[in-house]
């Protein structure tokens, strides 16, 4: 039996003020369920869940929801809330119960009220199956200030207030950017129970292997957005990707090589043209033929060897549309392979110590001190819960020995100048086409490495940065990431990681992206805790 489809897109057309077109004509639809929605950076995910959510208008078409929607954008819609129960929007029935309880009989409190009688007993229930019952597992805890928690606290606030609502449709950008393991548990336990049907922009693989269909956004040269669904999971997307990209770079293969041919068949049929030309004015000159006898055969054979020509030439074109044709199906999947001997650190040198560096992180944690040292090319990746100090135990590696640290926030540029100018700036004894041909190596290849840096995409933003870092002089011998995959589509992440396999220096680096710590060869692993930290190797 089929199911009927809660959101129906018919001829969605939306293009930007500044005339950019997202999408034009598109058609999909969404039934109950787990929807994960992928595409690279810039393919229209956000815009999409916006035009759904109805924040956004259509230039064109429609879209059809069956019940309520809930969203949960990347930048959580908090602000301008100062507690808990102010950022879950339950703030004002809370008030109204208080003043039913105290005698009130006035209607407007029992409109406001509505259905809602349990509502804290319902909300409290939903915060912790969301993982943070530890935090906020109390009614008084729902009036604690809101900028206390941190950003995964306020990304699982932000999803359970949505649910406070009992929406049909669920739609969540990004969710799992900036949450720690157990709140990405979380997480998962949660859409799992959920019931309607869920929508996921996401290039998390681990939360996309829970989804039960993957729905691609992809433009081709410049084209808007057009949808393809999968039916399955993130590995089953990733195996029918690869069996069609085989099958495309095939193609691409036998139809270059018809080019070939046809390039080849087209030389030996000018030459053929011309030795008869040649021929023929050689029997006109010597007068083996009557006059207007030759003059006739000329212009025969000149009529003759034009179509002749003019066939092959046809053959060439056909053949390089077939070849154009094919090369679109196969998709950019270009690694970064850099050569970058002069950040090699030798296996016994003491890189880095930072000494006992005090992590009480205004007095949460008392007494606490940690010690981290780092030997040779080692690659440690540092781990812990949102809020236990991995970021203030960066800063202070940072600053104890010289290294190239990349942020979250990805301050490094002056977003005004290009990423030549960016990489100029910090190797100005290297000769500039010197560093075209490097950054060329980080794919930022011609006119695309005059790119003022402000216009680059997050995945492009990342590569530049990069660039910056491991090509500055002196080239730095310690390579200090803080979640540097947060935002990146899959494509950009790949270069990432294959831009890291390149570095030669010692690497420590933030994530919650497992498949990213895999990639990236982590040697040694350090977990904060409470009490200070442990480490092992892997």
Not at 59 to 79: D, K
Not at 103 to 130: N, Q
Not at 220 to 227: A, F, K, L, T
Not at 286 to 292: C, G, H, L, S, Y
Request: proline share 4%; charged share 25%; aromatic share 4%.
């Amino acid at each position: 039996m089929s199911v009927s489809p809660s959101v129906v897109i018919t001829d969605l057309t939306f293009t930007w003020p500044d005339g950019r077109p997202v999408f034009d004509g598109l058609d999909a639809s969404f039934t109950p369920g787990r929807t994960g929605l992928v595409g690279t950076n810039g393919a229209g995910k956000s815009t999409l869940l916006q035009l759904i959510t109805g924040r956004l208008a259509p230039s064109r078409g429609s879209i059809r929801v069956t019940g309520t929607t809930g969203y949960v954008p990347q930048q959580t819609a908090t602000r301008g809330a100062d507690t808990v129960a102010a950022g879950l929007g339950i703030d004002t029935v809370r008030a109204a119960l208080a003043r039913v309880e105290n005698g009130s009989t006035d209607p407007d409190d029992f409109t406001v009220i509505g259905v809602d009688w349990d509502i804290e007993e319902r909300t409290l229930a939903l915060l912790d199956a969301a993982g943070l019952g530890d935090s906020i597992g109390s009614a008084g805890d729902l009036d604690r200030p809101l900028d206390t928690l941190s950003g995964g606290e306020s990304t699982l606030l932000a999803l359970v207030g949505q649910l406070i609502r009992r929406p049909s449709v669920l739609l969540l950008d990004e969710p799992t950017n900036n949450l720690d393991g157990r709140a990405r548990a979380a997480l998962a336990r949660t859409l799992d129970a959920f019931t309607g049907t869920v929508i996921v922009a996401s290039h998390d693989p681990d939360l996309l292997d829970r989804m039960d269909e993957i729905a691609e956004i992809r433009s081709v040269r410049e084209s808007p957005g057009r949808i393809r669904s999968f039916g399955g999971n993130w590995t089953h997307y990733r195996a029918v990707l690869d069996a069609e990209q085989d099958a495309a770079r095939a193609s691409v293969r036998t139809a270059e090589q018809d080019v070939r041919k046809q390039q080849r068949d087209l030389v030996e049929a000018r030459t053929t043209v011309a030795r008869r030309r040649r021929m023929g004015d050689k029997a006109s000159r010597e007068k083996r033929v009557p006059k207007i006898v030759a003059n006739n055969l000329k212009s025969s054979a000149q009529v003759s060897a034009g179509k002749y020509r003019l066939g092959h030439e046809q053959r060439v074109d056909e053949a390089k549309a077939r070849a154009e044709e094919a090369n679109e199906r196969v998709r950019d999947d270009t690694e970064i392979v850099v050569d970058l001997p002069d950040t090699a650190v030798h296996s016994t040198r003491l890189v880095a110590e930072t000494g006992d560096t005090a992590l009480d992180l205004d007095g949460r944690y008392p007494g606490r001190s940690v010690n981290l040292t780092i030997v040779g090319p080692e690659r440690i990746a540092l781990m812990g819960d949102n809020g236990i100090g991995k970021t203030t135990l960066l800063r202070a590696l940072t600053s104890s020995v010289p290294s190239a640290y990349l942020p979250q926030s990805l301050d490094v540029f002056d977003d005004t100048e290009s990423v030549v100018e960016n990489v100029r700036r910090v190797a100005p004894d290297t000769p500039i086409t010197d560093i075209r041909i490097r950054l060329a190596r980080f794919l930022f290849r011609g006119r695309r490495a005059d790119a003022v840096v402000s216009t680059l995409s997050g995945g492009e933003r990342v590569r530049a940065a990069l660039a910056m870092l491991l090509l500055s002089d002196p080239a730095p011998q310690l390579l200090i990431l803080d979640e540097p995959t947060n935002n990146l589509d899959v494509a950009s992440k790949e270069h990432l990681s294959s831009a890291l396999l390149s570095y030669r220096g010692a690497l420590v680096v933030v994530s919650h992206d497992e498949s990213f710590l895999d990639r990236v060869g982590i040697t040694r692993r350090v977990e904060l805790t409470a009490d200070g930290a442990r480490s092992w190797n892997t």
